[in-house]
């Protein structure tokens, strides 16, 4: 082969490679911006329908008057805490954005031990404290079942402890009990997750939803769950041996609310992979696919005696990116899937038929929508199966190179060169 025409050929198609890849890596600039504007959407429905909910308490707080100084608080956690979870999930929509939120029914009950109270704490009327993330969406008078009698809920927490928004209730004491049990319902609105904190020297925290991909999350998983089609059931046993705070503390004994968040855990409405994260994870292998679609048109013209003109590399490689737009502005209205196959079949349809005029013959225009039907199909498998994308990749391109090797193993690159006569009749020309 004329070894000047050939490099010249080869370094002419590389650079028209690298401007198709450039042009398929701004489609990512697009992918960021539509991501950033939809994390913008979900922020604004969360804060107009709730935040993601985080249940802490009951927790019974004594104020103790300090002459001359603040007022010291002491705090004591419940002997036994079991709350049942039941998230019922919604899809809030604004423009072609949607967004999971849900509507959370939590029952709770547990006993304080007398014994965990100081005797000293008992002339003390102290406060049920339950801190909620967001308070905007309890719409119903909430009322606390205190040692069997019914007692009004507050909002507020009322100490600064906490950081938030919640409510609270003033519950009395006696000297003959040995313990104080407790139950209320609640019913909040909230987005994202929906997380416990562990203030019970035993917890048991049970939560079920239709919605059928959980993700749990937090410093503990779920010791029972259930995952089907029909949505999750999931349940915590959490002992206080496995906190960092003790029953009971004062507020100058160096317990913080950072020490009780730590050990939150529960469960967020996973929505899957996101469909930009599909698209963003799709432009990576653009390298891949115009690497290999213009090595085999440099193929036909090497086997083939075609001569192409860059200008032809130019519009291929623009129909390759183009597929990259396509399947972004499409997964916004009708998904990834359906968005994957039509943006497929739109780009496959096109560069076949182009191929049709380009290369003389129907037989090489259908090896190259065979070769791109096995590039897209190989893709959306890996994108499918993240874990083995390396192993896929790697066979892949394996087998291409071998490929490569044997359709050019009768080429004598020294004496030969990219012909510009004219194309052969013979579609054996390929393989010969």
Same mark, same amino acid.
């Given at each position: 082969?004329?070894?000047?025409?050939?490099?010249?050929?080869?370094?002419?198609?590389?650079?028209?490679?690298?401007?198709?890849?450039?042009?398929?890596?701004?489609?990512?600039?697009?992918?960021?911006?539509?991501?950033?504007?939809?994390?913008?959407?979900?922020?604004?429905?969360?804060?107009?329908?709730?935040?993601?909910?985080?249940?802490?308490?009951?927790?019974?707080?004594?104020?103790?008057?300090?002459?001359?100084?603040?007022?010291?608080?002491?705090?004591?956690?419940?002997?036994?805490?079991?709350?049942?979870?039941?998230?019922?999930?919604?899809?809030?929509?604004?423009?072609?954005?949607?967004?999971?939120?849900?509507?959370?029914?939590?029952?709770?009950?547990?006993?304080?031990?007398?014994?965990?109270?100081?005797?000293?704490?008992?002339?003390?009327?102290?406060?049920?404290?339950?801190?909620?993330?967001?308070?905007?969406?309890?719409?119903?008078?909430?009322?606390?079942?205190?040692?069997?009698?019914?007692?009004?809920?507050?909002?507020?927490?009322?100490?600064?402890?906490?950081?938030?928004?919640?409510?609270?209730?003033?519950?009395?004491?006696?000297?003959?009990?040995?313990?104080?049990?407790?139950?209320?319902?609640?019913?909040?609105?909230?987005?994202?997750?929906?997380?416990?904190?562990?203030?019970?020297?035993?917890?048991?925290?049970?939560?079920?939803?239709?919605?059928?991909?959980?993700?749990?999350?937090?410093?503990?998983?779920?010791?029972?769950?259930?995952?089907?089609?029909?949505?999750?059931?999931?349940?915590?046993?959490?002992?206080?041996?496995?906190?960092?705070?003790?029953?009971?503390?004062?507020?100058?004994?160096?317990?913080?609310?950072?020490?009780?968040?730590?050990?939150?855990?529960?469960?967020? +409405?996973?929505?899957?992979? /996101?469909?930009?994260?599909? &698209?963003?994870?799709?432009?990576? #292998? *653009?390298? !891949? =696919?115009?690497?290999?679609?213009?090595?085999?048109?440099?193929?036909?013209?090497?086997?083939?005696?075609?001569?192409?003109?860059?200008?032809?590399?130019?519009?291929?490689?623009?129909?390759?990116?183009?597929?990259?737009?396509?399947?972004?502005?499409?997964?916004?209205?009708?998904?990834?899937?359906?968005?994957?196959?039509?943006?497929?079949?739109?780009?496959?349809?096109?560069?076949?038929?182009?191929?049709?005029?380009?290369?003389?013959?129907?037989?090489?225009?259908?090896?190259?929508?065979?070769? +791109?039907?096995?590039?897209? /199909?190989?893709?959306?498998? &890996?994108?499918?199966?993240?874990? #083995? *994308?390396? !192993? =896929?990749?790697?066979?892949?391109?394996?087998?291409?190179?071998?490929?490569?090797?044997?359709?050019?193993?009768?080429?004598?690159?020294?004496?030969?060169?990219?012909?510009?006569?004219?194309?052969?009749?013979?579609?054996?020309?390929?393989?010969?």
């Amino acid at each position: 082969m004329n070894t000047h025409s050939v490099s010249k050929k080869l370094f002419g198609v590389g650079f028209i490679a690298v401007i198709c890849l450039i042009a398929s890596y701004l489609v990512l600039g697009l992918v960021m911006e539509r991501e950033h504007r939809y994390t913008q959407v979900q922020q604004e429905i969360a804060e107009s329908w709730g935040s993601a909910q985080t249940v802490l308490g009951p927790v019974l707080v004594f104020e103790i008057p300090q002459k001359d100084k603040e007022s010291v608080f002491s705090y004591v956690l419940p002997q036994r805490l079991e709350i049942e979870s039941t998230l019922v999930p919604e899809i809030r929509s604004r423009g072609i954005f949607d967004s999971v939120v849900y509507t959370e029914k939590i029952t709770v009950h547990g006993s304080f031990s007398a014994s965990d109270i100081p005797k000293n704490l008992l002339a003390v009327q102290p406060r049920l404290v339950v801190s909620l993330s967001d308070t905007r969406s309890i719409e119903k008078q909430l009322s606390l079942s205190w040692n069997m009698n019914d007692t009004p809920f507050y909002p507020g927490t009322t100490v600064d402890f906490f950081q938030g928004s919640g409510v609270h209730a003033f519950v009395p004491l006696s000297k003959s009990a040995t313990e104080y049990p407790f139950s209320f319902e609640v019913e909040v609105r909230g987005s994202d997750r929906a997380l416990f904190v562990p203030v019970g020297s035993e917890t048991v925290v049970r939560a079920s939803s239709v919605w059928d991909s959980p993700e749990f999350v937090g410093a503990y998983l779920p010791t029972e769950r259930t995952v089907t089609q029909e949505g999750f059931e999931a349940t915590w046993n959490v002992s206080s041996f496995g906190r960092s705070y003790p029953q009971h503390w004062q507020s100058d004994g160096g317990v913080n609310i950072d020490m009780l968040m730590n050990s939150q855990f529960g469960v967020g +409405l996973y929505e899957g992979v /996101g469909r930009y994260t599909q &698209v963003f994870r799709s432009v990576k #292998y *653009a390298v !891949l =696919f115009i690497l290999i679609t213009f090595t085999a048109f440099f193929l036909f013209e090497t086997l083939t005696k075609i001569r192409l003109h860059p200008v032809q590399y130019l519009l291929i490689g623009a129909s390759l990116a183009l597929f990259y737009l396509l399947l972004l502005s499409l997964t916004e209205h009708i998904g990834f899937l359906y968005s994957y196959m039509l943006a497929t079949v739109l780009t496959i349809v096109l560069i076949t038929t182009y191929s049709m005029s380009i290369l003389k013959e129907r037989a090489r225009a259908g090896y190259v929508a065979m070769l +791109l039907c096995v590039l897209y /199909g190989f893709m959306y498998v &890996v994108l499918k199966l993240e874990d #083995y *994308a390396l !192993l =896929f990749g790697s066979a892949l391109i394996f087998l291409l190179i071998a490929g490569v090797m044997y359709l050019t193993r009768n080429i004598d690159w020294f004496t030969s060169s990219v012909s510009t006569t004219s194309v052969s009749d013979d579609s054996s020309n390929l393989w010969k």
